[in-house]
T-cell receptor
Framework: AQTVTQSQPEMSVQEAETVTLSCTYD???????LFWYKQPPSRQMILVIR??????QNATENRFSVNFQKAAKSFSLKISDSQLGDAAMYFC??????????????FGKGTRLHILP | IAGITQAPTSQILAAGRRMTLRCTQD?????MYWYRQDLGLGLRLIHY???????GKGEVPDGYSVSRANTDDFPLTLASAVPSQTSVYFC?????????????FGPGTRLTVL
């Protein structure tokens, strides 16, 4: 069965610094998708970034980028120039293509990120 | 309405009671989902619907049922609530079932079963 592990329950970073959140997953599939979602105190889940497993190039979205290591089954999120608004719970998620099988969407347990002013 | 709405925002419920959590989206998305979020466990998929008229089971479907009579609404029903169903429930939708599509989440319903 697929699993997603976020080994850091909480992290802190100084404002304007860079922080990396780790995520590892376990799967026997070769085709899948990976996501990072952000959940601020408002509770609203927001997509931060996504990566297709067949793409070797790491996804980037402004200050957010990923380090996708398929062989190591690792999908870390790097936040550059951290801002106070980045404070939130971050969830890593794994999803398999749904064609011909049950939908599998697996979320990690989350990493709470604190931004220190 | 803009996006996804959920009702109620929060609810305290006696064990054994029936409860329906409502979810409505106005984005004409085909796919909809229900998750529960528990401290230390992240989000877990309860049920999903790829399109109106179809539903499927997720990771933790027991004790829950869903229906999808139309595109916009995807209610989640607890037939006989138990304390272990105390959780925050999130409804989400996406354009279709494609794995790459972003899921848009509602604001959540905090449910407490006593």
């Amino acid at each position: 069965a697929q699993t997603v592990t976020q080994s850091q329950p909480e992290m802190s970073v100084q404002e304007a610094e860079t922080v990396t959140l780790s995520c590892t997953y376990d799967t026997s599939e070769s085709d899948y998708y990976l996501f990072w979602y952000k959940q601020p105190p408002s509770r609203q889940m927001i997509l931060v970034i996504r990566q297709e497993a067949y793409k070797q190039q790491n996804a980037t979205e402004n200050r957010f980028s990923v380090n996708f290591q398929k062989a190591a089954k690792s999908f870390s999120l790097k936040i550059s120039d951290s801002q106070l608004g980045d404070a939130a719970m971050y969830f890593c998620a794994y999803r398999t293509p749904p064609e011909g099988r049950d939908d599998k969407i697996i979320f990690g347990k989350g990493t709470r990120l604190h931004i220190l002013p | 309405i803009a996006g996804i709405t959920q009702a109620p925002t929060s609810q305290i419920l006696a064990a054994g009671r029936r409860m329906t959590l409502r979810c409505t989206q106005d984005m004409r998305h085909n796919a909809m989902y229900w998750y529960r979020q528990d401290l230390g466990l992240g989000l877990r998929l309860i049920h999903y619907s790829n399109t109106a008229g179809t539903t499927g089971k997720g990771e933790v479907p027991d004790g829950y049922s869903v229906s999808r009579a139309n595109t916009d609404d995807f209610p989640l029903t607890l037939a006989s609530a138990v304390p272990s169903q105390t959780s925050v429930y999130f409804c989400a939708s996406s354009v279709d079932r494609s794995s790459y599509n972003e899921q848009f989440f509602g604001p959540g319903t905090r449910l407490t079963v006593l």
